[in-house]
């Protein structure tokens, strides 16, 4: 199912299926939406009659004009038009937002066109927030997974992650930010990574790794990122981040028996046979495996 019907679903109270429910509880919004969804609940929106309320209006001012004038009876109503205008503007200011939020789940990609016709393809389990509003004078995007950008010319181009700011001018390049893992790999022009305060400066084939709090310069002949032909492709990477990798191409959980994961792999994986990706990823590392639902074991031979 669609991110957009399965967030349709649950917004009209209907009953998810347990893979459904899996699906949502996984997206990056999951969380919001669920905040929302509780506030809302809680605001309890009262019938207001417009007559009955102008004359009771209409009375009071009576009563305040034989107290204080008509001075008093200005205060009050410049009270309460203060209180209405506060409480639309606390509405909308929580349920309103210019920002656009695009998410993949997991085992599927997806590509967006930025209001500039740059174009992003966003690998499984990512999403990008960004605003249309000033975009040509502000063009921000935030990442959080793993996305390919086709930069279209003009002024600064910024990303933000959790690790680090990327900055181009017009490009193509790729950002992969994990938990313990980022990288960026530029395949046209020049990026400029920040990354705890220091500045380098990517020229088009170099690569910009930190794992594990480890950083690594590299080098790639590749013009882009093979994912987006999907297929996985890694280069003295921790073993441990080819599985997970793995688990959101395939929706698969990954299990190891006396493995370690963190011995060093080289090779690829495709997107599209379960079997010859397990095959790719166990027959170099000397592993058996076993296919239990979405269950996966690799043991030693």
Not at 14 to 43: H, V
Not at 91 to 96: D, H, I, L, R, W
Not at 275 to 294: C, D, G, V
Request: charged residues 30%.
């Amino acid at each position: 199912m669609k991110k957009k019907d399965l967030i349709k679903k649950w917004l009209d109270n209907e009953q998810l299926t347990t893979l459904e429910s899996e699906a949502f509880k996984s997206l990056d919004a999951y969380d919001s939406y669920i905040k929302i969804s509780e506030t809302a609940k809680r605001i309890d929106t009262p019938k207001y009659d417009t007559d009955s309320g102008l004359k009771d209006l209409k009375v009071k001012l009576e009563e305040r004009k034989t107290i204080k004038g008509s001075k008093s009876a200005l205060n009050i109503l410049i009270r309460i038009a203060a209180i209405f205008v506060l409480g639309i503007g606390a509405y909308f200011t929580f349920f309103t937002t210019d920002i656009t939020s695009v998410n993949t789940l997991v085992s599927q990609k997806t590509s967006i066109e930025l209001p500039d016709q740059t174009i992003v393809r966003l690998n499984a389990l990512s999403s990008i927030d960004y605003k249309k509003k000033d975009w040509e004078n502000n063009r921000e995007v935030k990442l959080d997974g793993e996305a390919y950008f086709d930069v279209a010319k003009g002024k600064k181009f910024d990303v933000i992650t959790s690790s680090g700011i990327i900055s181009v001018l017009g490009t193509e390049f790729n950002i992969k930010q994990r938990e313990n893992y980022f990288e960026v790999v530029c395949y046209e022009g020049l990026v400029r990574v920040t990354y705890k305060e220091n500045i380098i400066d990517l020229p088009t084939g170099k690569v910009f790794k930190v794992i594990q709090n480890k950083v690594i310069n590299d080098n790639t002949s590749l013009i882009k990122p093979n994912w987006t032909d999907n297929r996985s492709t890694f280069s003295s990477i921790p073993y441990i981040y080819i599985l997970k990798e793995f688990e959101r191409q395939y929706n698969v959980t990954i299990s190891t028996k006396n493995i370690d994961q963190n011995k060093l792999f080289t090779g690829n994986f495709v997107h599209s046979d379960i079997q010859t990706a397990l095959q790719s990823i166990t027959i170099p590392m000397r592993l058996k495996y076993e296919i239990k639902n979405n269950n996966v074991t690799l043991y030693k031979e």
